[in-house]
């Protein structure tokens, strides 16, 4: 009977090691494809959210200029004319 419990013992040991082995195996893969994905999503010159964020905050702002000259205008010309 002590001879059973040792073989068992043995066998969850095993299984314990190798849900360790395939733990670890499949962090590395999320790793690599992580940093795959990443070189692949630089190479391909993308902006980031907030890139995109700031240039239309930028936009927005020369749209507003714009328009608060083009009344200027305006008003200086029916002024003079």
Excluded: C, H, P, Y
Aim: hydrophobic fraction near 45%.
């Amino acid at each position: 009977m002590q001879t059973r419990n040792k073989i068992m013992d043995d066998i969850g040991q095993l299984m314990t090691n190798a849900m360790g082995v395939a733990q670890g195996a499949k962090t590395e893969a999320e790793t690599a494809m992580k940093s795959l994905l990443d070189r692949w999503l630089a190479d391909r010159d993308f902006v980031t959210r907030e890139e995109f964020d700031a240039v239309r905050a930028m936009a927005q702002k020369a749209r507003e200029e714009n328009e608060a000259l083009k009344a200027r205008i305006e008003a200086l010309e029916a002024k003079s004319g």
